[in-house]
């Protein structure tokens, strides 16, 4: 086995790093930056993903094979991700007006029907 | 025209020209294709076949060129269709402003249809000539699907939103109209007629009452005309297989319901039953009934009851309560599987 | 040409001690390790579900024969459709070759001694039979009628069959074909005989590496969409309930993302299959080796983008429309490529017309009509018509039984000298391929002019102008079932009655031709070195007539 | 995957040439194994963003139905418990038998304290009515939302605590295995794999915590 081991320091040093960029995502939560936290939130957590992978899962030293494997992996769930919300975002409200919340002007014409009172 | 066998839809709206070119372009494509690479094997496969005094010496494995043609001439092909068909869905999925509009729910199996006038129609569409209609469509249940072959439309009604869908009326006539989603049980009887008439013709229906209330013959004529358009016919029948009780010679008489009780069948009974099913359920009938409350106005309400008094049992038959079903023939949709 | 040390033993496999006598009874079978054992294990067990669901769909077309539809009910035949559907995809073709044929002759053709986690494979194999085993109780205790699609919000609030034990079923099986895809790659990668580099390596090898890219990355959203809907139907909470703000249209997203690249799980393998066969019917090097490669590939990796071309009338937006339309047009040239190639190949070959070339041969015209007529459901403003009609079930039959079914039977026929060493009669085998051919065009060609005419799919009842092309439908059906049934006898006949096969029967040169028929446990006694490319049919091997 | 070619316990699978080929098959396996997963939970979080994106504003609110304190405190302990994963790997390298049993035991004690801290957050939920289906008794404005929330909540973090169950049954069977002497230098492909799968777990946390509980604090 090709010795590959990192030394117990270099652990220390990244699990130190992932405590810190978890008290940054949690503080910078109560900040209010509208959009900017959730975009920021999103990349704090990519890169302490990324120290987890290279480091803790030693694909610092792994083949190229495996890391085009995870890269195609989290590529896919980018791609459903995006072509769905695309899709979502580009409904036109002539052809699509969700009555959830939708425009509040808009009473369903045709009522849906409600149960009779029993005839006394 | 409904019923008569051919090999090719109508074309009964402005849009059906534009797309029938397009098929057929790809019928041309698909049919040069199919029979070139048919065509090859055939040749190949004879002019090349084995034999044993032939020594088979392989001369080429490939050729860029050749393969770049068959690489970029099809995504050319492709790249048409994709444009020609992408300006025809834009037409198709952009309404008219001056549409007029209908308001159409699908429910299961049936489209339930109401003119801004206030007209409504069961699995019917009366649609002027020559005028874009839009069809605003949901659904109250399950996921279904506007589809006219003669007109080359089809769109989804979703529940929880409306979807839209336009078409011009070129040519007077019946046509189908089916549900392309599947809905269940019945999804291949959700069907129905879209009516295309003569603008004038269309004012005519559209304004014209059904039947005066005045006399009654026009009443049980008027109520026996609306007891077909409204499906009541299709439960409502005489053989003991139906899944509506049966009406003939009801009136006046005693009924035993699910819940024991037993009432006698007058207006106000047979009023109730048509606006609200589920209250009064006759014994050993699923309550599948769907109200029609808001689907008959109070004259309709009328003209049916007059019809169903006007009806006398056939014969002596005995009035005793029907045996219950041992085998429900429609699924009682209430219980949860 | 392989250079190879193995001494080709001189007992022909006969009298010599291969994977089948090298140990007997049943739990030899049943717990072996053997990648070809379990070949033959999912054998048995898809052909038990292709038999199901090609009874489903007899039934099917024979109620069809009427416009009333007087054979079954309404709810009856939504479940007999539905059963075609679910059995016929999740439980035969999704696993038919990668499953049989990829397991049986993936090592072999590299040259490994078994795959890389053998435990793993039989565990696929049991994980299998589980989802089968739920598939057969909900079909059993009732059946489910919500079409192979389990679209909400019908399969969640509305159908009361019981659509969670199929749901179910189809989520376990799912993880057979993840384990099945893990196990390939792997092997493919760190299991390559010596010198057989990536240019070396069999076109059959390529697509079951394209097939296992799609079992990683696809699968595992279907299970969670199977597994969501279960949750919604099971507990009531709404995840797809336009009540609670919920979308039916996501349902669909997820749904298709896999079933999409599923399809191209069906075809690519067959695709290899036919490449294997036409270079060795042909006696002929393969056209643009590499092209088909990447070929493989591309449709592998492409496949992933286009799924949207299955809602361009559901509610989905024009403009994803438009995205969606656009990149299956891209998807469409790998396949036109691959289809040239082939033709190319017979081009100054030693074209010999035997079983397996029959169905290789069927299958690119077939497909060829199947990948064209899915160019009408690509362009927008047809699909628009066509979507959910006859047009479209017509379109993936020619896909799927036309192309998919037939190189499963092409390959069935090659490698059965080397899976069982025993020949199958070539002459029956001839005119089932041809029945096979002729009955499957006169099943599925009508519903070309139905599909235009607007007959919706998955209807009971249809109006009556539509009956004649549906019975033609029906003739032809009749004539494919019989079609199907001779190869499944003369097969099993030949287990046991067919003349002894040489090893290198049809004298092919892929490594799975060097070693005996049917091959050793270890698959060769020294591991072959490869030093050629791999269909190089330069000197012609004198060639057995068959007895 | 804890069970990946280790045929033979010290030598190497009959279908390898060697310990290196048998190693890097594994790996590439292990590896392939995760794309899957991060497939399975992509498509969960797919759909989160998909009804996140349609219902901003009520999602925002309804994320602060969960407490924040037990998620930052969970977030922690999984991420120690990946450093002592990493140390038993570490330890099961160089062989050191007894230390390597220690961290992994370590390392199910974390997992364990976070299930638990996960299980009371459930039953909070449960007596504060907030469990989809019929027992949501939530009534506030955007009801219907909230409650979908809660339906991704409890979908997503119920397949992430499952996958910490197995792992926690896999890492018992380790220690068992350790305990007979299975591993040694040359030899520790089950723990390394077992600590790739146990990091995953961690990284899908990693980004459960900031989406589910976090979008809503300003």
């Given amino acids: 086995m090709s010795q590959r081991a990192i030394s117990i320091r270099t652990y220390l040093i990244i699990f130190a790093a992932l405590m810190a960029l978890t008290a940054v995502t949690v503080v910078s939560a109560h900040v209010d930056l509208g959009r900017g936290n959730v975009v920021l939130a999103l990349i704090v957590a990519f890169t302490k993903a990324v120290l987890v992978i290279t480091y803790f899962m030693h694909l610092r030293y792994g083949t190229l094979i495996s890391r085009g494997v995870l890269v195609a992996g989290v590529l896919a769930v980018a791609l459903l991700m995006f072509l769905t919300i695309d899709d979502l975002r580009t409904r036109d409200t002539r052809t699509y007006l969700p009555f959830v919340g939708a425009l509040d002007g808009v009473r369903p014409p045709i009522a849906p029907v409600p149960p009779h009172p029993p005839l006394e | ?337 | 040409m392989t250079t190879t040390e193995t001494t080709v033993s001189d007992a022909h496999g006969a009298s010599g001690v291969n994977y089948l006598n090298a140990d007997y009874g049943v739990r030899s079978w049943l717990f072996t390790k053997d990648h070809k054992r379990i070949g033959l294990l999912y054998l048995a067990s898809i052909t038990i579900f292709f038999a199901l669901g090609g009874l489903a769909a007899l039934m099917i077309r024979l109620d069809l024969l009427t416009p009333a539809g007087d054979l079954v009910g309404d709810e009856t035949y939504n479940k007999l459709f539905t059963m075609h559907g679910v059995v016929m995809i999740f439980f035969f073709l999704v696993p038919s070759i990668p499953a049989v044929i990829g397991n049986f002759m993936l090592p072999l053709m590299i040259g490994a001694r078994d795959l890389a986690f053998p435990r793993l494979n039989l565990a696929s194999w049991y994980i299998f039979n589980l989802g089968g085993a739920f598939a057969l109780w909900s079909l059993l205790s009732g059946g489910v009628d919500t079409g192979w699609t389990f679209y909400t919000p019908y399969s969640t609030m509305s159908s009361n069959t019981n659509v969670i034990s199929a749901a179910f079923g189809a989520f376990i099986s799912g993880f057979a074909s993840i384990l099945t895809g893990v196990n390939f790659i792997a092997t493919i990668h760190r299991m390559r005989a010596p010198g057989m580099t990536w240019g070396r390596m069999p076109l059959f090898v390529w697509a079951m590496y394209a097939t296992s890219i799609i079992f990683v990355l696809g699968t595992p959203v279907i299970a969670i969409t199977l597994l969501l809907m279960i949750l919604e139907r099971a507990f009531h909470i709404g995840i797809f309930d336009p009540a609670l703000g919920g979308d039916p249209i996501l349902f669909q997203h997820l749904f298709w993302f896999y079933s999409h690249p599923a399809v191209y799980i069906m075809i690519l393998p067959s695709m290899g299959v036919v490449s294997e066969i036409i270079t060795c019917f042909s006696r002929n090097r393969i056209f643009g080796y590499s092209f088909i490669a990447a070929s493989s590939i591309a449709i592998a990796l492409l496949g992933f983008l286009v799924w949207g071309h299955h809602m361009f009338v559901s509610g989905q937006s024009v403009n994803a429309g438009l995205i969606f339309s656009f990149l299956s047009m891209v998807v469409a040239i790998p396949s036109a490529v691959k289809v040239f190639n082939w033709t190319a190949t017979l081009y100054r070959g030693s074209v010999w017309l035997q079983a397996p070339m029959l169905y290789a041969l069927g299958f690119i015209g077939l497909f060829t009509i199947g990948g064209l007529t899915g160019l009408f459901l690509a362009t927008l403003a047809t699909d628009v018509h066509l979507h959910d009609t006859y047009f479209v079930v017509a379109h993936f039959h020619y896909i799927m039984v036309g192309g998919a079914l037939m190189g499963y039977l092409g390959a069935i026929h090659f490698w059965w000298p080397k899976i069982t060493g025993r020949l199958y009669p070539e002459g029956l085998a001839k005119i089932a391929a041809v029945i096979v051919f002729l009955g499957f065009n006169l099943t599925f060609f009508p519903q070309f002019v139905l599909g235009y005419l607007g007959m919706p799919r998955r209807y009971h009842v249809y109006p009556d102008e539509f009956q004649i092309l549906n019975v033609l439908s029906t003739a032809g059906a009749s004539i494919l079932g019989v079609g199907y049934l001779l190869p499944l006898l003369y097969l099993v006949w030949s287990m046991r009655y067919g003349p002894k096969a040489a090893d290198n029967h049809w004298g092919a040169v892929g490594l799975e031709w060097q070693t005996t028929s049917p091959p050793p446990t270890n698959n060769f006694e020294q591991t072959p070195v490869v030093t050629g490319e791999p269909y190089d049919y330069r000197d012609p091997v004198e060639v057995k007539d068959v007895a | 995957m804890h069970d990946a070619g280790a045929g033979v316990v010290h030598g190497h699978a009959h279908q390898f040439d060697d310990a290196e080929q048998q190693y890097e098959a594994s790996s590439l396996g292990m590896w392939l194994f995760l794309a899957q997963e991060v497939l399975f939970f992509g498509a969960v979080f797919a759909t989160y963003a998909y009804y996140s994106f349609l219902h901003t504003d009520a999602f925002e609110a309804a994320s602060n139905h969960l407490s924040l304190t037990l998620g930052t405190i969970n977030t922690v302990v999984l991420i120690a418990s990946s450093l002592t994963m990493v140390f038993a790997v570490h330890q099961a390298q160089h062989g050191g038998k007894r230390a390597q049993i220690g961290w992994l035991l370590a390392t199910m004690l974390l997992g364990t304290v976070f299930l638990g801290i996960k299980a009371y957050e459930y039953t909070h939920k449960f007596h504060e009515g907030l469990v989809p289906g019929a027992l949501f008794t939530y009534s506030g404005p955007d009801a219907p939302q909230h409650q979908l929330f809660m339906c991704l909540y409890f979908v997503m973090t119920g397949l992430h605590a499952l996958h910490m169950i197995i792992g926690i049954g896999i890492l018992a069977t380790l220690c068992v295995l350790a305990q007979r002497g299975w591993f040694r230098a040359g030899y520790y492909t089950p723990v390394e794999m077992t600590g790739l799968y146990w990091h995953f777990v961690d990284l899908v946390w990693i980004f459960l915590f900031p989406l589910l509980y976090l979008i809503g604090r300003h």
């Fill in chain 2, 1 to 337: 025209m409904i019923g008569r066998f051919s090999l090719f839809p109508e074309q009964a709206s402005t849009v059906a020209g534009q797309i029938d070119a397009i098929y057929f372009f790809l019928v041309a494509v698909s049919a040069v294709f199919s029979l070139a690479i048919a065509a090859a094997i055939v040749v190949f496969a004879v002019r090349f076949r084995r034999s044993k005094e032939r020594q088979v010496i392989p001369t080429w494995e490939g050729l860029l060129s050749l393969e770049l043609t068959w690489t970029i001439i099809p995504f050319l092909i492709t790249l048409v269709m994709f444009f020609w068909g992408a300006r025809v869905f834009i037409t198709l999925r952009t309404p008219p402003e001056n549409a007029l509009q209908v308001y159409v729910v699908g429910k299961q199996w049936m489209w339930k249809v109401q003119h801004v006038e206030g007209k409504r129609e069961i699995n019917e569409l009366h649609v002027p000539v020559g005028r874009p209609v839009k069809l605003v469509m949901t659904s109250e249940d399950v996921i279904h699907s506007f589809f006219v072959p003669a007109f080359r439309v089809k769109q989804d009604a979703v529940p929880g939103r409306y979807t839209s869908l336009w078409f011009e009326a070129s040519k007077a006539g019946e046509y189908h109209l089916f549900c392309a989603e599947y809905c269940g049980g019945q999804h291949s009887r959700m069907i129905g007629r879209v009516i295309a008439m003569e603008p004038a013709e269309f004012q005519r229906w559209l304004s014209g009452s059904t039947g005066t209330t005045g006399n009654p013959s026009s009443m049980v004529s008027a109520g026996q005309q609306l007891f077909e358009q409204l499906g009541c016919a299709t439960c409502h029948q005489e053989n003991s297989g139906a899944r509506g009780p049966n009406l003939a010679g009801l009136f006046n008489k005693q009924v035993a319901l699910l819940d024991g009780r037993s009432v006698v069948a007058d207006e106000a009974y047979l009023r109730e039953s048509i606006l609200n099913p589920q209250a009064a359920v006759v014994a050993g009938y699923q309550p599948i009934m769907p109200t029609f409350k808001g689907l008959v106005s109070e004259e309709g309400l009328l003209q049916l009851i007059t019809y169903i008094k006007s009806l006398q049992a056939a014969d002596a038959a005995p009035d005793a309560a029907p045996a219950v079903k041992t085998h429900a023939t429609l699924q009682g949709s209430e219980e949860q599987g």
